[in-house]
């Protein structure tokens, strides 16, 4: 299930919002390694939160630290919702290179049926989903059901229920250019105990 909420903050806001969260929040790059590979993420993220976040292999570490702003934007957005949220993954596309690949966030501390709430900020990129194929189709994506939706500035989305158990998603890299977007993911991870995630 997936809600859109455009205009979740209205534009004027919306704009002072991006440039104190632009010039504030430590940016930092982090490194991927595949297959003995090590690579540059493209793009910049920021991580706030009691617990530590574990997403491929690489580790982003507790920082409960909260800037005053993404404090009011996760009371805000818990208030329209329903749903409360104890971390938040920030992201910054700095153009249209900037991107995230074919991904679920499906980690096991986010639990099973996590809600994802995603409020971008900035320039319009396209968020595209795919349906995960059936067993029998051999993980051939090339006939599955696909969305593309476009995430203005001030724009909440929602992803629940199922979401993530049937659903991958990503940010492609764009041909024309674009301004940079800041994206906010607030999540609830749970806790590990003697090693193994309840």
Known sequence: RIHLIPGFIDSEQADWIFEQLLQ????????????????EEPRLTSWYGELPYTYSRITMQPNPNWHPLLTMLKERIEEFTGHAFNSLLCNLYRNEKDSV??????????????????????????????????????????????????????????????????????VPKEYHSRDARINLTFRIIYPERDGIWK
């Open 24 to 39: 504030d929040i430590p940016w930092g790059q982090r490194t991927h390694i595949r297959q003995e590979v090590s690579f």
């Open 101 to 170: 690949d074919w991904h679920s966030d499906n980690e096991p501390s986010l639990g099973k049926n996590p809600v994802i709430a995603s409020l971008s900020f900035g320039a319009t990129r396209t968020f595209e989903m795919r349906k995960k194929p059936s067993p029998e189709e051999n993980r051939d994506y090339t006939y599955v059901e696909r969305l593309r939706i476009p995430l203005d500035h001030g724009t909440l989305l929602l992803m629940e229920g199922a979401t993530q158990e049937d659903w991958q998603h990503r």
